[in-house]
């Protein structure tokens, strides 16, 4: 069974910087994509970003383009979110999250992720 364990959320002031983590188990990390999404108080859950499996493709809403950077390492079974110049929207839940299959894809929807983690909480104050 995989498990996702989310870190590294916090309350944080805008423009300020916080750098997530999820660490992966239960299969072979290096052979998935990975992703992460958010869900913001009231709304719906959102796709933040997806890696591939060796890191070289990535992709991003376009809401954090040039804010935020999705990495991995794969030695430690670990995908990284780095959010910069952080704005009070994007106070959210942040949550990693793959799928069974070990394709890419630019862009995804909830609905099609199949191992979640449980989240981990990022606050942007103004």
């Known amino acids: 069974q995989v498990q996702l364990v989310e870190s590294g959320g916090g309350l944080v002031q805008a423009g300020g910087s916080l750098r997530l983590a999820c660490t992966a188990s239960?299969?072979?990390?290096?052979?998935?994509?990975m992703a992460w999404f958010r869900q913001a108080p009231g709304k719906e859950r959102e796709f933040v970003a997806t890696?591939?499996?060796?890191?070289?493709?990535?992709s991003y809403t376009d809401s954090v383009k040039g804010r935020f950077t999705i990495s991995r390492d794969n030695a430690k079974n670990t995908v990284y979110l780095q959010m910069n110049s952080l704005k009070p929207e994007d106070t959210a839940i942040y949550y990693c999250?793959?799928?069974?299959?070990?394709?890419?894809?630019?862009?995804?929807?909830?609905?099609?992720?199949?191992?979640w983690g449980k989240g981990t909480l990022v606050t942007v104050s103004s």
């Open positions: 999250a793959t799928r069974s299959r070990s394709s890419y894809a630019a862009y995804l929807l909830p609905g099609s992720m199949d191992f």
């Open positions: 239960g299969r072979t990390f290096s052979n998935y994509a």
């Open positions: 890696i591939n499996w060796s890191g070289g493709s990535t």
